[in-house]
């Protein structure tokens, strides 16, 4: 009996698919329904006298002596008070009183006594615990209790509640937002008047979103409920329907045809149901955000802009001044700028048309009474292959200024993020206004009245300093994790080429490994498909391996495993399953993906800060899209097959590929289309066969003969060494961190050859003996960059007998 271990958190899961969206169901907030019987965890305490109620707080809540009449003395004059109100249980005399309405707090009472007057609000309290009364959550909100939550679960006798404290209680957060989710549940069951046991994900989400437009969250509204949803999703108190967070709850789901038709405000019934109609079918065979666009194109900007010229249409017949008409209006945006994406709306626009036209001999009832001749000709739509061309030019310039500067932007970077993480380490154990130097700069420690409190709230603070030469004050707390994810994405994504979709869906289960016959292993990357159906694997450099094994090392800081996380598809409107995604960041009580916008936001400020210390990256901006189209040109320029460019891209059609790549010496072009050729040449239409044993074989032997004295050969399959064995100077070459002493004993021979041609005059081999040194020093120095890089367990399933 066999065994497969995954992720510790992830039993239950699929780990074949590690972008695996859920469907979005629709939670609607609503309060829960009140129970027939409400909750008693003290007995029936509706018209309980003074004397039981005293009695049940003594025992519940013990207090001193002294603290003990102060507080009967408040309970007897806030029971007094009620009672001169009509009713006949202490909840309906309270609602009559006009203190449930949330418009004063109680101790804006007068007793005439002030110590009393500041009782009177923790006899509320005591009474809301104890479940004599209700108060509704504005009221609940105005009284600001204190440690409500304590004193409520003190008194419930509710198990389902003391296993939810449990989980609380085990989680890994801070202290502080351990107690918010705490008190997020006491008050939702306090003001809902239910038991745990009856706490909806509608009745949470009413609670939160209320909490929220009320103001009431004490500078947290955004972090209300969001823990509590977490644990109680997690442990099956929801149902498996309900998003995994609370901020999945609250995002607006994906709009049906129906809606998105209704948003125009389309009059006539018979164009409004044969938009919706067309919609629907469309809908199988396009995204949302398509979808989306698609509705914005057809009822927006045709229907209603063919209204606005010829208010009485019915039907797409066009005359030639209406069509003309039209176009004007379209070529103009509502602000008075032309519009750009003009080309865009005719073409589908012209497919409407056409679709309709080929429908309606399959379906004539339903289509044919809207066929019409289209007036948008062929050539109308032929513009766009000129934008096309416009804009590769663009791009093809764009690469052309950013591939020269690629590796000052990336050792600039290395740079800082090295540079932040020794600053926070000498910083964390410096002593208030204490001195530090790091590197060539000079800080002093801060310690604010922020930073104690966030050191009481959160267990620790954010550490800070000053730049003694600027005057700067920095976060560096949150300036070296905003580092390290930049450097994380970056390397990343200039070693796989991977879609900005792709980087962020990559998860713990994305990494695979191949063990060879001969035992040796190759880690393996799979990549989720974000814009096809086809999963694609990337075989992991050494440079890649060490970028993911550094993420998973971070994310598991004080951890057992990468903590699970959800993604939000905003194309598609739906949140993901949680998994142990790579790309996570924890703000507050929330555990989430990296959105592509924050990622590009966070490159375009790299590149500005960046260019502030290194002139030559002035002006230089990089996209995460950037690196794609970099690796795909790097890849092809230096003789890799277009087909395999093609797949390590994921791209279906080989044509795409070509787009991508920038081209820069003609001799380069030359040398691509002879290798090419020859390729086609030797494997014309059995390019992609099942191999046979023989080739396989072949196919095993290529990595045993990348096998050198130093190390290993990265150069791709079925490629001869195009440096003629010359190691030291290939870039392909990888060192093994073992054979540093051989390096160190080819530094000794070249020195005394170096001297030796100094000696006899030989300039042309001094030259030569000068660069493959520079190239040895580089190799030395990625030996022992990867011999100080310890072991990170990555959690790969693995197989155990049993």
Known sequence: MVEVLTHPEQRGLQPASPGRKRTRSVITPAPATPPTVPPRPQGDLDTATLETINWLVDVIWPRTQPRCSLRRAGLRWLLAYLEGHPGRTWQERWVASGLNDGHRRIRELTTGNARLDGELGHSLLLLCCLRVIRPSLAAFRVNSFVRYHEHFEAAQNDPDLERFLALVNKHDTSGHFKRCARFDVAAALTTQGIAFADLSAEALLHYAIATREGGWGAGYESYVGHLAWRLMAESGHFPVHVPATLRGAMRTPAMTPTELVDRHNISDADVHAMFVAYLTRRSHDIDYSTLRDLAADLCGKFWTGLLAVNPGQVDFTLTPEDYENWRAV??????????????????????????????????????????????????????????????????????????????????????????LHNLLTAATDAERDQELTVGSKRYRRLFTAGDARH??????????????????????????DASFWQWAAVETLRHTGLRCEELLELSQLSIRQYVRPNGEVVALLVVAPSKTDRE??????AELFHVIATIIRRLTRNRKGVPLATRFDKYERITSEPQPFLFQRTIGQRTEVITPETLRAELAKLSDALSVGHPELAGCRFTPHDFRRLFATDLVNHGLPIHIGAALLGHLDVQTTHRYVTVFHEDVIRHYQAHLAGRRAARPAREYRSPSLTEWAEFEEHFDKRKVELGNCGRPYATPCEHEHACIRCPMLQVDPGMIDRLDEINTDL????????????????????????????KRFDAQRSAQRGPTNLGIPVIRAE
């Open 536 to 541: 694609r694997v990337i075989p992991m450099t």
């Open 330 to 419: 379209l070529e103009i945006r509502r602000d008075g700028k032309p519009r750009l994406s003009a080309d865009a709306v005719l073409t589908n626009i012209r497919a409407v048309y056409l679709d309709i036209q080929g429908w309606a001999a399959q379906e004539p009832e339903r289509w044919a009474r809207w066929v019409a001749p289209c007036p948008i000709g062929s050539r109308e739509t032929r513009s766009q292959a000129k934008t096309k061309r416009r804009a590769k030019e663009r791009m093809d310039g764009r690469i052309r200024l950013l591939q020269p500067v690629l590796p000052a932007f990336v050792g600039a970077l290395t740079a800082r993020r090295d540079h």
């Open 751 to 778: 020195i005394a050859r170096r001297k030796l041609a100094q000696t006899k005059g030989w300039l042309g081999e001094l030259e030569g003996i000068d660069l493959t040194l520079q190239f040895l020093k580089e």
């Open 455 to 480: 050191a009481l709230i959160h267990g620790r603070p954010n550490i800070r300093v000053l730049e003694e030469s600027t005057g700067r004050k920095l976060n560096v707390t949150f300036a070296e």
